[in-house]
Structure formats: structure tokens, C-alpha cells
């Protein structure tokens, strides 16, 4: 280290490189992102970086249009609607959606990282992920913006996201069926470690209690917002004469695992069993019968998302948070209960669910 660094107390990249044991291209390639960097190494360099205070210059590259989605499966319908949002913005911009496989429904593989690197896209939105810390030093270096799409935890203050009001849409849901005369209602939320499945059990719980209705636990089930996991938590619910008359599904994707649970029961749906599902998907239109649902504005969130990432040099956008509104569809699936005290005097569509 020169001495007037010293004296400045700056640190110089031959200091670090001396201190890590590594060459100065070496950090070079950890500063720039670079990916022929082993994961021990690039750990060490940026850490001692970082206990330097070191000050990177994030230089701009060359970027490739291109906006990268990353989920942890893509075999649904949800998925389909968040990439359909992104096409949307990638045509308006000329750019090309890229789509990624990777990880968990909470990080991406590290092996993903790599690949990120060398394609250089305008921007990456993860869905349900977070972001360990070398990663995203790593995005922010080589001048990858990101963002988040209904986070699966509290994301980070410096982590963008986009997400739906999850509380608002389950409060509305198990709303609509205690206004029908439903008192033991179900629900299958998602799993039990995501923040949209704890804040659609949350809103569900504010319904319960402002009818003067008690949650019994044994009708609470984390479910995984797929059909099967619906069915198999709609067939133990569905047992014994003490069955609910209603459930609220986490997903539309749920909600049609609990009406096929419900014809293997013999149950007809709304006669027998109102069922309520989230997201309004298209397919929820087509089930029988139509499903009555909340909508999750996927397309919107994904579109803001991706606007997000091609304004990065707006003022305060690098933590930016958004949260769009739901609200609950009526169709036919849900149904007034013979012996609520509400109003019967309405035609038998309107008790059935149905807005004539």
C-alpha cells in the first residue's frame, strides 16, 4: 500500500490481492463479476473488500436486451401469466425474455450466477426468491439490476420488489363465505415458509374474528399451490361427519385438487361445499363449476417489475416496493348456506355465488 493511501486510509487492490493470497487480475475478476473466479475465493476477496470499505466503480458493459425471469419450477399456469407480463414490457423495448430453472422457491442456485454474468441482461426478476449477499454484490458489480416478485420472505431494504396485498385477498375471501352462512371454513394456504401463504392466513384468521367465528386448527392446512396437494388436503378435511361447509383455497391451482376431492366424496360443489381459490388464472373460468376467486394481478406484477429494471438510474429505485391491489371474483363455486339468516329472497343464480 502507498503511503499516501495509508495515510487516507484507502486500500489498494494490491493490498487486498496480498492479503487474500491472490493475484490483482484476481480481484479484478471478483470487482467485475467475473465468473472464472472459484466460489472460496471470490467469498474471501469480497469479504475483505468489504472490511476495507473499499469503493467499487461500477464501469458500465455491454448489455444484451434481454430480461431474465428466474423460478424454481415452471410447470403452471401462474408462471405462465407472470411471463406473458414480461413479454409484454421485452416487446415495448425490443428486448427477449429469457427464462431460468434454478434453485429453491427461496434462493437461485449458485450455478446459475455464472451463467447470469456472462449473458449480461438488461435486468433479472426472481420470483419468490431472496438473495444471498455474494450474489447480489456480485449482480450489483457487474451492473445487473433485479427484482423481486412476491417475495418468499421480508425482503432486504435494498432488495426491489413487487408483490399483491395476500392479507387483503384472504380477508376478502373468507369474507365472502361468512357473509353466505358458512361457520366452519377451511383453508389450504400455501407453505407454511412463504409470506404470501402467512399473509392469506392472516387475512383469514381477520375474517374468522370479525364474525365472532373461533379458527379451529384441525381446518388450517399448509398445502405447496399445486392440484395434488389440494386434493390430498381436501380429502383429509372432507372426512368424518364433521366436515367444513366451505374452504378457501391458497391457489386456483388447489382449489381444483378440492373439487375433484369433493366429487371422489360423492360432495357437489356449491351445493355440498363452497370453494373459494386465489390468483384467477385463466383456467379458473373453466372449471367446473367457474370458480370463484381472488385476483392476483400477475401480469401487472410482473410488467412492473420489469419497468423497474429498465429504470435503474431512477432516485430511490434500487429499494423500491410496490404492493397492487386484489379483489375477489364471484362466480359459481361458492353458495348461501339453507339455514343462513341472510337474505334468501334473491334469485337461486345470486345464491349460488352468482353476480346476474
Known amino acids: 500500500m502507498r503511503e499516501d493511501d495509508e495515510a487516507s486510509g484507502r486500500v489498494t487492490l494490491a493490498a ?4 487474500a493470497g491472490v493475484s490483482m487480475p484476481t480481484v479484478s475478476k ?16 469480497e469479504k475483505l473488500l468489504d472490511l476495507h470499505g473499499y469503493r467499487r466503480r461500477v464501469q458500465p458493459a455491454a448489455r444484451h436486451p434481454l430480461i431474465e425471469i428466474v423460478f424454481h419450477e415452471l410447470e403452471s399456469v401462474w408462471a405462465m401469466e407472470l411471463i406473458r407480463g414480461l413479454e409484454n414490457v421485452a416487446k415495448e423495448n425490443r ?3 429469457v427464462l431460468t430453472e434454478s434453485g429453491t422457491r427461496h434462493t437461485p442456485d449458485p450455478d446459475w450466477l455464472p451463467g447470469v454474468l456472462q449473458r449480461r441482461p438488461l435486468g433479472v426478476v426472481l420470483v419468490f426468491s431472496s438473495l444471498p449477499e455474494d450474489i447480489k454484490r456480485q449482480l450489483r458489480a457487474a ?3 433485479f427484482v423481486v416478485i412476491d417475495p418468499a420472505g421480508d425482503p432486504d431494504p435494498d432488495v426491489p420488489s413487487v408483490g399483491s396485498a395476500n392479507w387483503a385477498g384472504g380477508l376478502a375471501a373468507t369474507r365472502h363465505l361468512t357473509e353466505r352462512g358458512h361457520r366452519r371454513i377451511a383453508i389450504i394456504t400455501g407453505p407454511g415458509d412463504m409470506l404470501c401463504s402467512l399473509a392469506r392466513l392472516d387475512g383469514y384468521r381477520s375474517a374468522m374474528a370479525m364474525a365472532g367465528l373461533e379458527v379451529d386448527p384441525r381446518l388450517t392446512c399448509f398445502g405447496d399451490f399445486h392440484v395434488q396437494g389440494g386434493f390430498e388436503q381436501a380429502m383429509k378435511l372432507l372426512e368424518g361427519p364433521d366436515r ?11 382449489a381444483l385438487g378440492v373439487l375433484e376431492a369433493a366429487r371422489v366424496k360423492g360432495l357437489r360443489v356449491p351445493e355440498d ?18 370458480l370463484t376467486t381472488v385476483h392476483q394481478p400477475l401480469r401487472h406484477m410482473a410488467e412492473e417489475a420489469s419497468r423497474m429494471l429498465l429504470r435503474p438510474d431512477d432516485p430511490g429505485a434500487s429499494a423500491q416496493r410496490i404492493e397492487l391491489a386484489s379483489h375477489l371474483v364471484v362466480r359459481q363455486s361458492t353458495a348461501v348456506l339453507e339455514d343462513c339468516p341472510c337474505d334468501h329472497s ?8 352468482v353476480t346476474p
Open 16 to 19: 487486498v490481492a496480498k492479503e
Open 30 to 45: 471478483v470487482l467485475n463479476g467475473r465468473s472464472d473466479v472459484s466460489r472460496a475465493t471470490r467469498a474471501k476477496v
Open 95 to 97: 428486448a427477449t425474455v
Open 143 to 145: 451492473a445487473i439490476p
Open 244 to 254: 367444513p361447509t366451505a374452504i378457501f383455497a391458497g391457489s386456483d391451482l388447489q
Open 273 to 290: 361445499l363452497s370453494v373459494v381459490g386465489y390468483d384467477d388464472v385463466p383456467l379458473a373460468q373453466w372449471s367446473s363449476p367457474p
Open 346 to 353: 334473491g334469485p337461486p343464480a345470486l345464491r349460488a355465488g
